[in-house]
């Protein structure tokens, strides 16, 4: 096995090591983000409250795709996928601590430098595809791409899953020392493998250069941020808190039915290219970004609906989660696709950083809102509602400038 590793192609070899920091990665911080919603709603918590323990999580992902694609096109993609990991670990072991430290202060600040470390992983792990398979070669891109993607969503599954199940076993702080301990050896294996140069511009890019000048990527962007708004703005608090308290699920049963979805969702972001790609074979284009995001849209609504006409509550809300994960897994899939494709080769970590800066503040948005407007509607069915319905705008929106993408002649 490992003189046949050894005898691969260098892309193929870095490939795999920058597919394996990011699974190693996104299982940890699916892992810590189930810890912390759990173990602050068992300690009495609000919803508000625990989406404010996001916030700076979120914010600094606005600010690291920024800052972070032009460091990577200047330093190298190695080093800011080795810097995120670093931080990671960091963040980690800020968390393991006395109970009486784990102030809302204190936690924001760690989930802080885990939004830095975790923006800085994704935006490197998605520029370093795009340098490593030729410019001539999109349907393989697109292949790459949704494998990185959707196996790292599965592995984001399996950390809800490892969240919720190492709450049970080893209580908070050990969860989060294991998982510390874990990452660090992928941090050392990986400053050993990772080259030197991965995603170095040629010219080094001054920092005015991280405003994307490209139309297709600005709106492409402004498309994702209302995409993952639609997604986190009931999926991130106030789902979870609706299964807890509406229908009774103790901290495994979330955990482990929100772990299996996003592991689902995962899978389906990994086949995606053989059902997204048209009947001739061609790679997608912004006519596929709408049509994806107007099927997208009416689920949530229909969802709310249901709820409020009283339809059996656990199968609307679970039958309609799967289906939205389904069609979500395409739009995701397909947006990761394209931003990779448009970005322009020299300086690649430029127009990722800046997309998916939008995206994190898509998350942020989502994230704020999932828990205002739960509490806010008194949480329960009117709450989740209200978060469906809102979900639902945030498609018409990514749907109507997902019309102003570039489409093939």
């Known amino acids: ?53 996001f916030l700076f999580y979120e914010f600094f992902g606005v600010v690291t795709n920024l800052v972070g694609g032009w460091l990577g096109a200047r330093w190298g993609l190695n080093r800011t996928m080795n810097i995120g990991l670093a931080l990671q670990v960091v963040a980690l072991l800020m968390l393991v601590v006395d109970p009486a430290w784990l102030t809302v202060a204190w936690v924001m600040a760690a989930q802080a430098l885990s939004g830095i470390a975790k923006d800085l992983n994704k935006m490197s792990a998605k520029s370093a595809v795009k340098t490593l398979v030729p410019s001539d070669a999109q349907g393989a891109l697109f292949r790459w791409v949704a494998i990185l993607t959707g196996s ?28 510390a301990i874990m990452l660090t050896v992928i941090w050392l294996l990986s400053l050993y493998l990772l080259k030197q140069d991965l995603g170095k511009t040629k010219n080094k890019p001054k920092f005015s250069e991280i405003f994307s000048k490209s139309p297709a990527v600005n709106y492409l962007s402004a498309a994702r941020l209302f995409l993952f708004g639609a997604r986190d703005v009931w999926f991130v608090v106030a789902l979870p808190v609706f299964l807890s308290q509406s229908l009774d699920w103790n901290h495994w049963q979330v955990g482990s039915f929100l772990a299996l979805w996003v592991i689902g969702y995962g899978l389906v972001q990994t086949v995606a290219p053989k059902w997204v790609r048209g009947r001739d ?104 509602s209200l978060c469906l319905y809102v979900s639902s705008a945030f498609v018409v929106l990514a749907a109507f400038l997902s019309l102003a993408l570039p489409r093939h002649k």
Not at 332 to 340: A, D, F, P
């Open 281 to 384: 074979g061609r790679v997608p284009d912004g006519r596929s970004a709408f049509a994806w995001a107007c099927l997208l849209l009416f689920i949530p609504a229909a969802i709310a609906l249901a709820l409020q006409v009283g339809i059996n509550i656990q199968a609307a809300v679970l039958g309609g989660l799967l289906l939205f994960g389904v069609v979500f897994a395409f739009n995701s899939s397909l947006h990761s696709y394209l931003i990779v494709s448009y970005a322009k080769e020299d300086g690649v970590s430029l127009d990722v950083g800046f997309y998916y800066m939008a995206n994190a503040m898509g998350r942020l948005m989502g994230t704020l809102l999932s828990g205002w407007l739960f509490q806010l509607a008194s949480m329960g069915i009117s709450g989740l």
């Open 152 to 179: 790292k969503n599965t592995l984001k599954g399996i950390g809800f899953f490892l969240g919720g199940l190492l709450l049970t076993l080893l209580g908070f702080a050990g969860a989060v020392l294991a998982m």
């Open 1 to 53: 096995m490992i003189a046949r590793i050894a005898s691969l192609p260098d892309t193929i070899k870095q490939y795999l090591v920058i597919t394996g920091n990011y699974w190693a990665f996104t299982l940890t911080d699916g892992a810590l983000r189930m810890l912390v919603v759990l173990y602050f709603h068992q300690l009495g918590y609000a919803p508000l409250a625990i989406a404010m323990l």
